[in-house]
Nanobody, 126 residues
């Protein structure tokens, strides 16, 4: 049973930084794609970033490129999202997600991810 547990959310001023972490357990994740999504009130769930577990290849939404950085630690089974230069529009619940394959075309589609964490709130004040 795959389990994903997020941590690290909170309240930060615009321009500040936060680091989210996702602890993954339940199996080995070789070949998996691990991703971060976010959902603001009244909006659809939105792709933020993804990383391939085996090779560490990273992918980003245009809205966060240059400000956010995704990484994974294979030994600790964790995926991190370093968020810098935060903006009020980054305010959302952030979710960790996983799926057992790589497909760049469908990577931003939340419906293609089989496993989800419970989410962690990130609030950026202006």
């Amino acid at each position: 049973q795959v389990q994903l547990v997020e941590s690290g959310g909170g309240l930060v001023q615009a321009g500040g930084s936060l680091r989210l972490s996702c602890a993954a357990s339940g199996r080995t994740f070789t070949g998996y794609t691990m991703a971060w999504f976010r959902q603001a009130p009244g909006k659809e769930r939105e792709f933020v970033a993804a990383i391939t577990w085996s090779f560490g290849s990273a992918y980003y939404a245009d809205s966060v490129k240059g400000r956010f950085s995704i990484s994974r630690d294979n030994a600790k089974n964790t995926v991190a999202l370093q968020m810098n230069s935060l903006k009020p529009e980054d305010t959302a619940v952030y979710y960790c997600a996983a799926r057992p394959y790589f497909n760049i075309a469908t990577m931003p589609n939340p419906a293609t991810y089989a496993y989800w964490g419970q989410g962690t709130q990130v609030t950026v004040s202006s």
